[in-house]
C-alpha cells in the first residue's frame, strides 16, 4: 500500500508542476494561441480554392487481321487509320494547336501556359482514357474539360475521316489502274500476256479485298471513341474543407501554444 501511495504522490506532484509551469507561463501560450490560429484561419478563408472534374472516354483499337490486310498494299496510309491509342493520344491533349483552339472556344481568359497546368491526362488499361482539369473555379472547371473534350475528339475525328477517306481513294484509284493495264494487256495474245493479266489480277483482288473491308466497316475504322463519363458540372469536387480546416488549425494552436509555454519555462530555467 506505501509503494503504491508513494507512486500516487509522485505523479500527483508531477502533474501539479506542469499546472503550475503553464499558469506562470500561459501568456506565451496565449499568444502562441493566437498567433496559430489566425495565421490558419486566413490561410483557411484566404488561399485560392481548387476544384476538380474528370472526363472518361475510350478509344477502341482495329482488329490484327484487318489491319494486316491493309498494311501489305498501304502501309503509311494504314498507320495513320489504324495507330491510335490511349497513350499515343495522351499526348494529344497538351499540343499547341489544340490548346490554342480550346483557348479560342472558351468563354473566359486564360493563357496557354496555365490552360496546361490545368489538364491531368491518365492512360488506363482496356484503351480508357481519363481527362482531369484542376482550376480555381467550378464554372470553369467544368468549362475548361468540356471544351478541351469536345475539341479534341472533334478535331481527331475528323482526321480518322480524313485518313479513311484517303486510304479508300488510293485503294480505288489502284483498282482503276490496274483495270486499264488489263484492259491494254488483254489486247495481246501470247503467254507472257497471260501470265501478266493473272498477276494484275491476283493485285485486282486484294486491293477489292481491302476495298471491302473499309467499306462494310467503316464505321467500325471512323468512330474510334465512346465517352462513357460525360463532364458534368454536379462531379466537380472542390479539395477545400473549412470545418475540417478550422478545426486542424485549433489543435495545432493549442499543441504549438503548450510548446512554446513549456520551453519558455525551460529557457528561463537554464538561465537561472
Known amino acids: 500500500m506505501k509503494k503504491k501511495d508513494s507512486k500516487n504522490e509522485v505523479a500527483e506532484i508531477r502533474l501539479i508542476d506542469l499546472i503550475k509551469v503553464f499558469i506562470r507561463r500561459k501568456w506565451w501560450f496565449i499568444g502562441a494561441f493566437i498567433i ?7 490561410f483557411t478563408f484566404l488561399r485560392t480554392p481548387q476544384f476538380n472534374l474528370t472526363s472518361t472516354f475510350i478509344i477502341s483499337s482495329i482488329e490484327l487481321e484487318y489491319r494486316e490486310a491493309l498494311v501489305k498494299t498501304f ?3 494504314t498507320e495513320e ?14 499540343s499547341e494547336d489544340l490548346l490554342e483552339e480550346v483557348i479560342e472556344n472558351l468563354e473566359f481568359d486564360i493563357d496557354i501556359d496555365e490552360l496546361k497546368d ?4 491518365y492512360a488506363d488499361k482496356g484503351g480508357i482514357l481519363k481527362l482531369t482539369t484542376v482550376y480555381s473555379d467550378a464554372e470553369e472547371t467544368y468549362e475548361i474539360n468540356k471544351t ?3 475539341t479534341y475528339l472533334n478535331r481527331r475525328t475528323n482526321e480518322i475521316n480524313q485518313a479513311y477517306d484517303s486510304l479508300l481513294s488510293e485503294i480505288e484509284v489502284e483498282i482503276s489502274s490496274i483495270e486499264a493495264e488489263i484492259e491494254d494487256i488483254s489486247d495481246i495474245q501470247d503467254n507472257l500476256a497471260d501470265k501478266e493479266i493473272e498477276l ?7 486491293l477489292e479485298e481491302d476495298r471491302d473491308i473499309l467499306v462494310e466497316n467503316k464505321d467500325y475504322f471512323t468512330e474510334r471513341f465512346t465517352v462513357t463519363r460525360e463532364p458534368d458540372i454536379s462531379y466537380v469536387y472542390g479539395y ?4 475540417r480546416d478550422i478545426a486542424f488549425s485549433f489543435l495545432l494552436a493549442i499543441a504549438l501554444g503548450l510548446i512554446a509555454a513549456f520551453a519558455a519555462n525551460y529557457f528561463q530555467s537554464l538561465r537561472k
Not at 490545368?118 to 491526362?121: G, N, S
Not at 477545400?240 to 470545418?243: E, L, V
Open 118 to 121: 490545368t489538364i491531368f491526362i
Open 148 to 150: 478541351l473534350l469536345e
Open 200 to 206: 494484275k489480277y491476283e493485285t485486282y483482288y486484294v
Open 75 to 77: 502501309p503509311e496510309k
Open 81 to 94: 487509320l489504324t495507330e491510335i491509342s490511349n497513350i499515343i493520344e495522351s499526348e494529344s491533349f497538351l
Open 36 to 42: 496559430v490560429f489566425t495565421a490558419g484561419i486566413l
Open 240 to 243: 477545400f474543407n473549412y470545418k
